[in-house]
Each structure stands twice: as structure tokens, then as C-alpha cells.
């Protein structure tokens, strides 16, 4: 396990961990949510985030203090916490957002980590190179190369106890972003951002933030706590989450508080067109939406964004309390029915099922099949793959419904796990919840199990009693198995 973050529980790829910070002397509990702070104009005052939301750690700009001569002065003499007001801790950044926007800026990554250190920050940022989606290949291997180098001078620069991360770049080559995850975790270094997705999350383009993450992932060893830079709505967290992120920073509580944007899990409203505040948190139930509207703009920007972290802070709670219950899947699939890019992007994340699988507890509570994507989740496939190892006898009958009384052994058939032994009905996730009006994707998914026990078995005399499983899926069944309708049987 990697030093300083120890993993304590886990559901398909995402996990509750503890990753220390020395230089601070605290454990913060991921996944954790880092609030952006503007040095330059803090919406809500750093000690509020840690008192009212919770915030075990934040994250501000180190370039933007180290451009101005007042903050880098105050910074240098007062220390960086003492700056913000707030005594948990802090992350910075280097100024890569800055290089990204406007194309140069005039530090390097041996002077902006020697200055963070001097000024007290936990957790440090080199000058890594995004490179944005579209770019093409040969400017991608190139900003990839220059941060690599910047990685690896960082990684000889004395910073005593404070954690250097390590970004990781490739825009949306997916061998670049492996062979960028695995250089960086050859380093010493300590954490592991995923750079340059912001733009993919605005254009709603989740399924290929999800590759992205899923290729970043493969590189890194499974003890690299993992931060999603620039990740910020809460609709998106647990899909990321269950991807294997750990860290996310977020401006947006602020942003949108500027623009007069209210936030949910399932998108975001302008508060303009809002009747009713659909939300219970402590500024919702003091407002209805006119007195809400109606307070002067300072007040209302600081109370959406006040709402805006509420909101946030939440969902972190109950993706948390979804992994330890072991339901994290369920409330993906809860957020995907929010925006079709959202269905898109959870979509993507089941085509890596065989890798959610790696990690996935084999013992939960119950399965709930709530949607089609439920018959490709990882606990399907493992079902699958453990019909092999199964005994069968000479002759078996699979029935979704009755015995049929000329066969002497017969098991349950239930989309989408298809064969189920009747002494593992109760197990999970065979003690499945399932709609009786199954859909086609069930149908379809128990059909590929029957043929994995077929194949397995080829002596067996198997029949499948089914509920009037349509032509195309029983012409995928071997030849050799007999089918039963029992809706023809009456």
C-alpha cells in the first residue's frame, strides 16, 4: 500500500480512504472535496467551509499569489494559513491553468514548488503542460514529454514533509494516458491528478471523461489516490467516484453563484426560473424562490453559493454512505437518469466491467435492477464466469417459472444471471431484485449465462423453460438445448 493513504472500504472502483498529510498534521477522509479559494475574492471565508461544510482540505492558486506583491508578501510572512484563515489543509496550484488560458507564464517548476513550500503549503503542484481534447497527437506527446520532465525534476527537489502531486497529461490519447499514470507512479511522488478534462465536462462529453479516467487508472498502481482536476458539479461525483477518484476541487459553487445558478444533483437551475427551491438544506428552508430573488445581489450570490456547497457536500456524504452499503452502483444509475451525457457516460464505465470487477466486493446487500445497464454490471459478469466452476448434473433443467415435472434437477433461470443453483438463490447478488416485466437486456444477458453453462457442459442434457423469450435471443442458444415456452404451456 502506498504510503500515507490507506484504503478502508471499497464498491466497484470507488473506495473510502484516509490519505494523511503530514505537513498539516491531518487525515483527510476521501473521497473528499477540495473548495477552490480565490485569494482575491473568497465568496465564502475559508474558516465557514471547515465549520459549517466540513471542509477537511482546499485548494487556491499559488501563481496567483506569487504574481501579486501584496498577497506574496503577506504569504511569505504570515504563511499561507494564516493568509486564508483556515487551519486544515491546503493544496496549490501551479499556475498550469494560467499556462492552459493564455499560453505563457514566467515561473518554473523549481521556483513555484520552492515558493509553495515557503509558504506553507501541504500539498504542492509543478508546472505540468494540459493539453485540451482535440488536440492532435504530435502536440499531445509533446506537452506530455515537457511534463514528464517537469514530474521528474520535481521529483528531486528537496520539500520536506509537504506532498507534491504528480498530473497526469495525454488529452484523450488513451495509451498516452496510461504511459503518463505509469511514469508518474514510478515517482516518488504523492498524488495523482487527471489534468484537462474540464473541457470535456463542459461539453457534457462524460463517456470520454470516463475512458480518460479508466486509462489514467490503468497506469496507476490501486494505493495512487487520485485527484479529477476541475471536477465540481455534484451530478457528476458519483460516476467519477466509482471510476476510482478521490479527490475533486470545485469553483463552481462560487461560479455559479455568480451567474445566479442554483445547483442539484440532477443539473443545475437558473434561480430565476425556479417556483420552488427543491432542496432542504439550512438556506432553502430560511428562503422560498421570491424572497430567495429578492435579496440585494451581494447577499444573493453569497447564499446560492452557500447553498451551492450544501448541495455538494452532500452528495459527497451519500456516495460515501453507497460505498460502505454497497450500493454505489445503484445511485450511478440514479445520477445517469439526470442527462442523457450522464447515461452516456455510465454506459462507458460498464464497458469496463471486467476491471470494476477486480475491486468489486464479492458480498453485499441486495442487487436492484433498475435499468437495462444493470445487466451488464460487474456483479453479472462475475456470476458469469463462476458458471464454470459449477457441478451439474447429467440432465438439468433451467426454468423461469414451474418444475416441469420430466426432469428430475432443475435451477432458476433469472435474467439477467441467467443459471442460478436454487442452494445459491438466497446469495448476493443471485438474491437479486428484479422487475417481472423483465426487459430485452435481461433477457439477453441470462442468455449469454445459459450458453456459458452450455459450452462448459457440452455431455448435459440442458432444457431452458423460459417466459416467451423473443426469436433473436433463442437463436443465439445452442442447437442442442431444448426450449420450453411456459406462456405457450399456459
Same mark, same amino acid.
Given at each position: 500500500?502506498?504510503?500515507?493513504?490507506?484504503?478502508?472500504?471499497?464498491?466497484?472502483?470507488?473506495?473510502?480512504?484516509?490519505?494523511?498529510?503530514?505537513?498539516?498534521?491531518?487525515?483527510?477522509?476521501?473521497?473528499?472535496?477540495?473548495?477552490? %479559494?480565490?485569494?482575491?475574492? +473568497?465568496?465564502?471565508?475559508? !474558516? $465557514? &467551509?471547515? *465549520?459549517?461544510?466540513?471542509?477537511?482540505?482546499?485548494? @487556491?492558486?499559488?501563481?496567483?499569489?506569487?504574481?501579486?506583491?501584496?498577497?506574496?508578501?503577506?504569504?511569505?510572512?504570515?504563511?499561507?494559513?494564516?493568509?486564508?484563515?483556515?487551519?486544515?489543509?491546503?493544496?496549490?496550484?501551479?499556475?498550469?491553468?494560467?499556462?492552459?488560458?493564455?499560453?505563457?507564464?514566467?515561473?518554473?517548476?523549481?521556483?513555484?514548488?520552492?515558493?509553495?513550500?515557503?509558504?506553507?503549503?501541504?500539498?504542492?503542484?509543478?508546472?505540468?503542460?494540459?493539453?485540451?481534447?482535440?488536440?492532435?497527437?504530435?502536440?499531445?506527446?509533446?506537452?506530455?514529454?515537457?511534463?514528464?520532465?517537469?514530474?521528474?525534476?520535481?521529483?528531486?527537489?528537496?520539500?520536506?514533509?509537504?506532498? %507534491?502531486?504528480?498530473?497526469? +497529461?495525454?488529452?484523450?490519447? !488513451? $495509451? &498516452?494516458? *496510461?504511459?503518463?499514470?505509469?511514469?508518474?507512479?514510478? @515517482?516518488?511522488?504523492?498524488?495523482?491528478?487527471?489534468?484537462?478534462?474540464?473541457?470535456?465536462?463542459?461539453?457534457?462529453?462524460?463517456?470520454?471523461?470516463?475512458?480518460?479516467?479508466?486509462?489514467?487508472?490503468?497506469?496507476?498502481?490501486?494505493?495512487?489516490?487520485?485527484?479529477?482536476?476541475?471536477?465540481?458539479?455534484?451530478?457528476?461525483?458519483?460516476?467519477?467516484?466509482?471510476?476510482?477518484?478521490?479527490?475533486?476541487?470545485?469553483?463552481?459553487?462560487?461560479?455559479?453563484?455568480?451567474?445566479?445558478?442554483?445547483?442539484?444533483?440532477?443539473?443545475?437551475?437558473?434561480?430565476?426560473?425556479?417556483?420552488?427551491?427543491?432542496?432542504?438544506?439550512?438556506?432553502?428552508?430560511?428562503?422560498?424562490?421570491?424572497?430567495?430573488?429578492?435579496?440585494?445581489?451581494?447577499?444573493?450570490?453569497?447564499?446560492?453559493?452557500?447553498?451551492?456547497?450544501?448541495?455538494?457536500?452532500?452528495?459527497?456524504?451519500?456516495?460515501?454512505?453507497?460505498?460502505?452499503?454497497?450500493?454505489?452502483?445503484?445511485?450511478?444509475?440514479?445520477?445517469?437518469?439526470?442527462?442523457?451525457?450522464?447515461?452516456?457516460?455510465?454506459?462507458?464505465?460498464?464497458?469496463?466491467?471486467?476491471?470494476?470487477?477486480?475491486?468489486?466486493?464479492?458480498?453485499?446487500?441486495?442487487?436492484?435492477?433498475?435499468?437495462?445497464?444493470?445487466?451488464?454490471?460487474?456483479?453479472?459478469?462475475?456470476?458469469?464466469?463462476?458458471?464454470?466452476?459449477?457441478?451439474?448434473?447429467?440432465?438439468?433443467?433451467?426454468?423461469?417459472?414451474?418444475?416441469?415435472?420430466?426432469?428430475?434437477?432443475?435451477?432458476?433461470?433469472?435474467?439477467?444471471?441467467?443459471?442460478?443453483?436454487?442452494?445459491?438463490?438466497?446469495?448476493?447478488?443471485?438474491?437479486?431484485?428484479?422487475?417481472?416485466?423483465?426487459?430485452?437486456?435481461?433477457?439477453?444477458?441470462?442468455?449469454?449465462?445459459?450458453?456459458?453453462?452450455?459450452?462448459?457442459?457440452?455431455?448435459?442434457?440442458?432444457?431452458?423453460?423460459?417466459?416467451?423469450?423473443?426469436?433473436?435471443?433463442?437463436?443465439?442458444?445452442?442447437?442442442?438445448?431444448?426450449?420450453?415456452?411456459?406462456?405457450?404451456?399456459?
Amino acid at each position: 500500500m502506498r504510503e500515507g493513504f490507506e484504503i478502508r472500504d471499497a464498491d466497484a472502483a470507488g473506495r473510502i480512504g484516509e490519505l494523511e498529510i503530514p505537513r498539516a498534521d491531518v487525515t483527510v477522509e476521501t473521497p473528499a472535496l477540495l473548495p477552490v %479559494v480565490n485569494p482575491n475574492l +473568497q465568496t465564502i471565508p475559508p !474558516a $465557514d &467551509l471547515a *465549520e459549517t461544510f466540513g471542509a477537511e482540505i482546499l485548494i @487556491t492558486n499559488s501563481y496567483i499569489v506569487h504574481s501579486n506583491d501584496e498577497l506574496r508578501d503577506r504569504a511569505l510572512e504570515e504563511g499561507l494559513h494564516d493568509l486564508l484563515g483556515f487551519d486544515g489543509a491546503i493544496m496549490t496550484d501551479s499556475g498550469s491553468f494560467q499556462l492552459a488560458e493564455y499560453g505563457e507564464i514566467d515561473v518554473t517548476t523549481e521556483e513555484i514548488l520552492a515558493f509553495q513550500h515557503e509558504i506553507g503549503s501541504d500539498v504542492g503542484t509543478p508546472v505540468d503542460v494540459p493539453t485540451p481534447p482535440g488536440a492532435d497527437r504530435d502536440r499531445a506527446e509533446a506537452d506530455l514529454e515537457r511534463t514528464q520532465e517537469r514530474l521528474d525534476i520535481a521529483d528531486g527537489i528537496d520539500v520536506g514533509d509537504m506532498l %507534491v502531486s504528480a498530473p497526469i +497529461q495525454g488529452s484523450t490519447f !488513451a $495509451d &498516452l494516458r *496510461e504511459d503518463a499514470a505509469r511514469h508518474a507512479d514510478a @515517482t516518488d511522488l504523492d498524488v495523482f491528478p487527471i489534468g484537462a478534462v474540464v473541457p470535456l465536462m463542459n461539453d457534457y462529453r462524460y463517456g470520454d471523461m470516463v475512458d480518460v479516467v479508466a486509462a489514467a487508472k490503468r497506469g496507476l498502481g490501486r494505493d495512487a489516490p487520485v485527484h479529477l482536476f476541475g471536477a465540481g458539479h455534484p451530478m457528476m461525483f458519483a460516476l467519477a467516484v466509482a471510476m476510482g477518484c478521490d479527490l475533486f476541487d470545485s469553483a463552481a459553487y462560487a461560479l455559479y453563484a455568480r451567474d445566479g445558478r442554483y445547483l442539484t444533483v440532477r443539473g443545475t437551475e437558473h434561480l430565476d426560473d425556479l417556483d420552488y427551491l427543491p432542496c432542504s438544506c439550512p438556506v432553502c428552508t430560511e428562503h422560498d424562490a421570491d424572497s430567495f430573488r429578492d435579496l440585494d445581489e451581494k447577499d444573493r450570490e453569497t447564499a446560492l453559493a452557500r447553498h451551492n456547497l450544501h448541495v455538494t457536500f452532500a452528495e459527497m456524504r451519500r456516495i460515501k454512505a453507497a460505498i460502505r452499503s454497497g450500493d454505489l452502483l445503484e445511485l450511478v444509475e440514479e445520477r445517469a437518469r439526470s442527462h442523457p451525457a450522464m447515461l452516456d457516460g455510465y454506459r462507458a464505465l460498464l464497458e469496463y466491467a471486467e476491471w470494476l470487477e477486480e475491486d468489486d466486493p464479492a458480498s453485499k446487500g441486495t442487487f436492484f435492477y433498475c435499468s437495462s445497464e444493470s445487466a451488464r454490471r460487474p456483479e453479472v459478469r462475475r456470476h458469469h464466469d463462476r458458471l464454470d466452476r459449477l457441478d451439474i448434473p447429467d440432465e438439468l433443467l433451467l426454468t423461469e417459472g414451474p418444475h416441469v415435472d420430466r426432469f428430475e434437477t432443475s435451477w432458476r433461470l433469472v435474467p439477467p444471471f441467467g443459471p442460478v443453483p436454487r442452494d445459491l438463490s438466497t446469495t448476493y447478488p443471485l438474491n437479486a431484485e428484479v422487475p417481472s416485466r423483465t426487459d430485452s437486456a435481461a433477457i439477453e444477458v441470462a442468455a449469454e449465462g445459459v450458453n456459458r453453462l452450455a459450452e462448459a457442459n457440452p455431455g448435459t442434457d440442458l432444457a431452458v423453460a423460459h417466459r416467451g423469450w423473443p426469436d433473436h435471443v433463442l437463436a443465439e442458444v445452442p442447437e442442442d438445448v431444448e426450449l420450453i415456452d411456459l406462456d405457450a404451456m399456459g
